[in-house]
């Protein structure tokens, strides 16, 4: 995985967005994404890139009884565990690909714009089924493929800067794709849409939700906000661990 987050002028960038002060509620996705949480009281939550720990919190709020959020980056940990201390919540500075995955332990595990950082996106389907207990949610938000596969992730403009159109490229080609974001070039992996759903159902997952994500109405006035309604950006998809019982 790209360890860019630990970067010091990436990372202070970051820190700079509105999702990064406001939380979720400044999160385009959020509005989608929070109708796709099952119900969580009394349940057990793992967070898997939690980043600055929103969902952690919000799952804290929502009366989960245990819920461990992980991330690769020192600092992001360190600004979750600022940020959010309810008891309940614990935190670990650990690559999505080194935890341990320990078998049905967890009724929910979230990943919030995170796996499109990882090569081996089957590898993780499969730790996330045996990790989660039968019937659990796996409810991920990953760049969309018609993201990924767009010409150093960004528009094609005019003369003038003014947009003209989104151009993909290669989109056959899962791999490394390179964007500079936040003044830093980042490195990002590029999965199709056959990879990501097909990936899940091989790997013994219902899909109950598949979301192409849009910004709200209310941000609509925000800058840049319309143009997102001219190719998707975010892929969120929500589904279900079946277990053999044999």
């Not at 999160?27 to 939690?50: N, S, T, Y």
């Not at 979750?80 to 320990?102: F, G, M, Q, W």
Request: charged share 25%.
């Amino acid at each position: 995985m790209n360890s860019i987050y630990d970067d010091e002028q990436f990372f202070q960038e970051y820190a700079k967005m509105d999702r990064s002060q406001k939380g979720l509620q400044a999160a385009g996705e959020w509005h989608l994404l929070q109708l796709l949480f099952p119900g969580l009281e009394g349940k057990d939550v793992l967070d898997l890139g939690c980043g600055y720990g929103w969902h952690c919190e919000y799952a804290a709020k929502q009366k989960a009884r245990k819920i461990l959020g992980i991330d690769q980056s020192y600092k992001m940990i360190s600004e979750a565990r600022k940020k959010h201390t309810a008891n309940n919540i614990d935190y670990r500075v650990c690559d999505l690909c080194s935890y341990e995955y320990p078998k049905d332990t967890w009724d929910l595990v979230v990943s919030n714009l995170v796996l499109h950082y990882v090569k081996d996106l089957e590898w993780v389907f499969e730790h996330v089924h045996q990790t989660l207990k039968p019937n659990g949610i796996f409810l991920l938000n990953i760049e969309h493929p018609v993201f990924t596969s767009g010409i150093h992730q960004d528009w094609i403009y005019d003369k003038q800067g003014k947009i003209q159109y989104w151009a993909i490229d290669d989109y056959f080609k899962p791999g490394e794709r390179s964007t500079h974001f936040l003044g830093c070039e980042v490195k990002k992996q590029h999965h199709t849409l056959t990879q990501i759903l097909m990936g899940l159902i091989h790997t013994g997952f219902e899909l109950l939700v598949v979301e192409e994500a849009m910004p709200s109405m209310e941000m609509m006035e925000l800058p840049g906000m319309k143009d997102e309604l001219r190719r998707p950006m975010m892929l969120l998809v929500k589904a279900k661990a079946i277990k053999s019982t044999f």
